[in-house]
């Protein structure tokens, strides 16, 4: 499991309302059947982080130092595609043979596949999925590893119906009207190329927040100060996916060498592209975090936490829960620092001059 050891890819969600008392046991009232009732339709359910066929959920098993940890679980038999494909056409050759034809019609082709399937799946080995989740008991946050929509869907509906309450996003929307009470849904777009106008300009506030903290790097020396947690140090790197709804190409992405030094870059912000997903960097004396930031839904992929020391298991999850807490309330301070800077008029103006001059000098750059 990611949380235990490497790297982590996660979204945040927020309780609505704390965990019942009863949590555990509604758990246990929803693990997921034994890998022994498995047939051709899939089964799911909640396991225990410990393994996931741990279908034995207690207050010992399902917390660990601390932490709920939970893995909603699924399994499923598969054929092999080209397994499929070669026993289906094993059958349509005997056919033809014996039935002194030249080719199958899609019916009969239709009706092999499906007698072949049927033969097949009962033999094949399960499949097993799994998608952690990881809470502190009593705090408002949950990390789960629900990155698409479909991995969204089942964990939303998995913790409901365990639960009775769902389970919601921290988005940059969400994020802003929790923390500071700011409907960022009601600030006007705004170009940061001195070439566009603020019309045609993205209305994401992630983008915005992604470009701006590019900006911050470069041009305010990349250096922020958060209360309670110390001095960090700001990187922006590639690969860079830059992104603008409208006419023609409105997705760039920049991979090779250093992108974010590269004349397609200056290219990209002065046509009114904005990031949309790049790798992001805080460090803070020798420690560093490095995640690939999805913007527009605060998706962090691949995050890569500080080296641990080498501790037996508990202090070692310990420890990287301590360091996740690290990374997330830093980038949330920052998030806001950035929503306060939007949202107050005077400093925008100011700010949105010193992003355009950073945007046109940007022709110093390789």
Request: hydrophobic share 40%; with cysteine; glycine share 6%.
């Amino acid at each position: 499991m990611s949380f235990e050891s490497g790297n982590i890819t996660f979204r945040m969600f927020y309780l609505p309302q704390p965990l019942p008392r009863d949590y555990v046991e509604r758990f246990a009232a929803r693990a997921a059947p034994p890998i022994t009732t498995l047939g051709s339709e899939p089964i799911h359910g909640w396991v225990t982080g410990r393994h996931l066929l741990d279908t034995h959920i207690t207050a010992e098993t399902a917390l660990f130092a601390g932490f709920l940890r939970m893995t909603l679980m699924r399994a499923e038999r598969k054929i092999p595609e080209s397994l499929l494909r070669a026993e289906c056409r094993m059958e349509e050759l005997v056919r033809m043979q014996a039935e002194g034809r030249a080719e199958i019609d899609r019916r009969t082709r239709s009706e092999i596949r499906k007698e072949i399937s049927d033969r097949l799946l009962p033999t094949m080995p399960p499949q097993l999925k799994g998608m952690a989740l990881v809470h502190l008991p009593k705090s408002q946050v949950l990390y789960a590893e629900a990155v698409s929509d479909k991995q969204m869907d089942a964990l939303e509906a998995s913790f409901r119906e365990t639960m009775g309450f769902g389970l919601i996003p921290v988005s940059p929307v969400y994020a802003a009207a929790h923390r500071l009470k700011v409907d960022v849904r009601d600030i006007a777009p705004a170009s940061f190329s001195p070439d566009c106008e603020d019309e045609t300009a993205g209305d994401s506030i992630g983008q915005d927040f992604l470009t701006w903290l590019w900006f911050y790097s470069e041009a305010r020396g990349g250096m922020i100060r958060v209360p309670d947690r110390g001095d960090f140090g700001i990187m922006v790197e590639g690969p860079l996916m830059f992104v603008l709804e409208g006419q023609g190409a409105h997705e760039t992405v920049l991979r090779r060498g250093t992108p974010e030094l590269s004349v397609e870059a200056k290219i990209a912000l002065l046509s009114g592209k904005k990031l949309r997903r790049a790798k992001l960097l805080l460090a803070r004396g020798q420690d560093t975090w490095q995640v690939t930031l999805d913007a527009d839904l605060f998706t962090f992929r691949g995050l890569k936490l500080p080296e641990a020391e080498k501790l037996e298991p508990v202090s070692r999850f310990q420890e990287r829960m301590t360091s996740l807490d690290t990374f997330t309330g830093t980038f949330f301070d920052i998030y806001d620092r950035f929503i306060k800077e939007r949202t107050d008029a005077k400093v925008w103006e100011k700010t949105r001059t010193e992003i355009h001059r950073w945007v046109s000098e940007r022709s110093a750059r390789k």
